[in-house]
Nanobody
Framework: QVQLVESGGGLVQAGGSLRLSCAAS????????GGWFRQAPGKEREFVAA????????YYADSVKGRFTISRDNAKNTVYLQMNSLKPEDTAVYYC??????????????WGQGTQVTVSS
């Protein structure tokens, strides 16, 4: 089992920045790809970004490309999501996940509880 705990969410004005963290415990997190997804009210959970187990490969949704950066520190068992130039449409609950590298929810076996990000206009 892998336990994931997100932090760093909050309220920010449009154009601002936030950095989300996902701390992992349990099985060797470094063996898994890391991913971030988000879910806005009334919408399905959608892919945001993914990073391979070694951090060499990254993949982003078109909606966040150039604004968000995913990274990881395997020594700290942590994955990060740096979010810049935030827009009101980025408002959602953000979930961290661990599993196989990809952009769909079924690739990921382990999920955190989520952290709220609210961007005001």
């Amino acid at each position: 089992q892998v336990q994931l705990v997100e932090s760093g969410g909050g309220l920010v004005q449009a154009g601002g920045s936030l950095r989300l963290s996902c701390a992992a415990s349990g099985r060797a997190f470094r063996n898994f790809a890391g991913g971030w997804f988000r879910q806005a009210p009334g919408k399905e959970r959608e892919f945001v970004a993914a990073i391979s187990w070694g951090g060499v490969s990254t993949y982003y949704a078109d909606s966040v490309k150039g604004r968000f950066t995913i990274s990881r520190d395997n020594a700290k068992n942590t994955v990060y999501l740096q979010m810049n130039s935030l827009k009101p449409e980025d408002t959602a609950v953000y979930y961290c996940a661990a599993g196989s590298y990809g952009n769909t929810t079924y690739k990921y076996a382990y999920w955190g509880q989520g952290t709220q990000v609210t961007v005001s206009s």
